[in-house]
């Protein structure tokens, strides 16, 4: 489902604008329809983050009228950005607690803008494209806070390819103590 609405929006939203979208999280507003935080890269390579909103609105059926509205049509025309700064702008990206699962995480611009993901996969996978989108066309480190490093920045041991990496750690991780509980312990007679 995310790829068909990846594939959406970059026809209907970015393609138009001459834009790439690059990553995408579905995200918890207050307001009607659903919100989307996303990240592109402009044709002069300039990345920008925005606040995507899909209202989908019934058409005015006019009288007379022999044109009739597709679905389609009506999908086009629900994208809406509401918010876009650009990456070289955000001076900090706090995750609040690294230590709990909590999808809500702050972007500090000019003023700071609270963000809640569906979920704390989503957050993380998030900020990792923007770390690496900073270190490739910002060239600075993003500054983040409150984040656990082994979900945002793999070991050398692993490569940066995202949540398949971290479930195989965890799974490496997982075996390790499987194996270790299974060894004899040493009594003292």
Known sequence: MSSLLREEMQR??????????????????????????????????????????CQISQPSIKSGSKKSHTKRSSIQECYRRTEVWPLQDLTLVDGRDPDVDDPCFLLHFDKVRTVTAVSCSAKYSFVRALVVLSDQHCQRSLNLQNFDWAYIKPTSFYSNRGDCVVLTQICFYAFNLVCLSMCPVPMDV
Do not use: A, Y
């Open 12 to 53: 209907v939203l970015f393609r138009p604008e001459k834009q790439r979208l690059v990553e995408f999280i579905e995200i918890d507003e207050e307001t009607e329809g659903r919100s989307f935080l996303c990240v592109s890269v402009l044709k002069n390579k300039v990345v920008q983050l925005c606040i995507v909103r």
